[in-house]
């Protein structure tokens, strides 16, 4: 039989959450990026989705990679 060695830590499934989450959130931004909605708001023009979905990603990727290989008991 297959032996539990244990449990992935919260944190783990936390960085996936935010890596999918980030990358849906920059794919959109790259959309309104070649297709720009009809609403106008103030700062528009910085894109925040691509920055924010590319940060989120990025603290993903570190807590997946941080959190890999650790065990909880």
């Known amino acids: 039989m297959a032996e539990v060695k244990g449990m992935k830590p919260i944190w783990y499934f936390v960085g996936i959450a935010l890596l999918v989450i980030g990358g ?10 070649f297709s720009p909605s009809e609403s106008n708001t103030v700062l528009e023009e910085l894109h925040p989705n691509i920055w924010w979905g590319a940060f989120m ?15 909880v008991e």
């Open 57 to 71: 990603s990025l603290v993903g990727i570190v807590f997946i990679w941080k959190n890999k290989d650790a065990v």
């Open 24 to 33: 849906l959130i920059f794919i959109a931004g790259i959309y309104f990026l």
